[in-house]
């Protein structure tokens, strides 16, 4: 790990992860072995592949955590809209914003995702 980066609560690196510096880790985020994270990683998720890249949500974790069946649904009907439905990035936080009840959760992505200065990493269906 290169210096200067954010780290959130909860969150797994697998073995041989590297963090570019600068980069933010949101919390309960799990990122598979080998990965090399260049973007920042939004909460709740799993990340992988070469270039780095959405790969679900982290639901193993958050049942280990005590999240609800009805907040893990939330996250992934969120992460669906930001990342599988092959929208634009801000397009689809508006509609995140208009669409979703506000809550913790919720806002906790979207702040962290309108907050990146690196950028976030991308749906597993764009190139």
Do not use: C, W
Not at 4 to 19: P, Q
């Amino acid at each position: 790990m290169a210096g200067h980066i954010t780290v959130g609560d909860y969150v797994v690196l697998a073995g041989l992860v590297a963090v570019h510096q600068f980069t933010k880790i949101g919390s309960h985020a799990f990122v598979t072995g080998g990965t090399l994270v260049r973007k920042d990683v939004p909460p709740y998720i799993k990340a992988a592949r070469e270039p780095i890249s959405y790969a679900g949500i982290n639901s193993v974790g958050l049942r280990r955590r005590g999240f609800t069946a009805e907040q893990i649904a939330e996250i992934q009907n969120i992460y669906r809209v930001l990342f599988v439905q092959n929208r634009n990035l801000s397009k689809a936080l508006d509609i995140v914003e208009a669409e979703f009840e506000a809550t913790e959760i919720r806002d906790e992505i979207l702040s962290f995702v309108r907050s990146s200065d690196r950028g976030v990493v991308r749906g597993f269906n764009t190139k």
